[in-house]
């Protein structure tokens, strides 16, 4: 069975420039995180779904970072405009119904992103 | 204070050590407790679970102290391919929080 599958694994753009990541979750899971990662630090959330709908978008910063999970399958993360700070791994994750109680999240790869 | 802390290391052991990571957390009504395991340049997979009595899984063993608010692991009889950074990750409601990492550094 395929895992989490992200991309793109890295880019590289100027500061003020847009970019968006993709991910594609589990077959059958109704739940997807984005997550970023800086260098030393755990995974920090961003967003959470339950199937279309953003159930946790708290930590989001609304003026220049947006997502989507129009059919309630694959995600899309934007940033507009990006800026230097904005370097780091993103992370997609996806759980079953019971993911939560498990503690089992799936994650892709990730992508890497540097802001020059 | 943050809302879970763990000493970042890195612990270096040869291998064959016996080994212990602490974590603690801020938030008494965390519900569930996990811990991660995340190689270099890839993506955290879940180790396994905290349980209140405390849990085993071969050579690792995870313990909870709900009144001190910390969780442990240990390894034992360390391997070259445990080194790796370990996360801990507690639940509150519908957020999982994970925490710094602790690095681990097995030698030969």
């Known amino acids: 069975e395929a895992g989490v599958v992200q991309s793109p694994r890295y880019k590289i753009i100027e500061k003020k420039q847009p970019v968006a990541f993709w991910c594609n979750p589990i077959s059958g899971h109704n739940t997807l995180y984005w997550y970023l990662q800086n260098l030393g630090q755990g995974p920090e959330l961003l967003i959470r779904?339950?199937?279309?709908?953003?159930?946790?978008d708290s930590q989001l910063p609304k003026d220049r970072f947006s997502a989507e999970r129009l059919k309630g399958v694959d995600s899309t993360l934007k940033i507009q405009p990006a800026e230097l700070g904005d370097s780091a791994v993103y992370l997609c994750?996806?759980?079953?119904?019971?993911?939560?109680?498990?503690?089992?999240?799936?994650f892709g790869e990730g992508s890497r992103l540097t802001v020059l | 204070r943050k809302e879970v802390e763990q000493d970042p290391g890195p612990f270096n052991v040869p291998e064959g050590a016996t080994v212990a990571f602490n974590c603690t957390y801020s938030?008494?009504?965390?519900?569930?407790f996990f811990w991660y395991r995340q190689d270099c340049r890839k993506e955290p997979k879940l180790l396994m679970s905290v349980y209140s009595s405390g849990n085993e899984d071969g050579r690792f063993t995870a313990q909870l102290n709900r009144a001190s608010q910390y969780i442990s692991l240990l390894i034992r009889d360390s391997k070259l391919s445990d080194s790796a950074t370990y996360l801990c990750?507690?639940?509150?409601?519908?957020?999982?929080?994970f925490g710094k990492g602790t690095m681990l550094l097995v030698s030969p």
């Open positions: 994750a996806s759980s079953g119904l019971a993911g939560l109680n498990t503690g089992e999240l799936f």
């Open positions: 779904y339950e199937n279309e709908e953003a159930v946790d």
């Open positions: 990750v507690v639940r509150a409601a519908s957020t999982l929080t």
């Open positions: 938030n008494s009504a965390s519900q569930s």
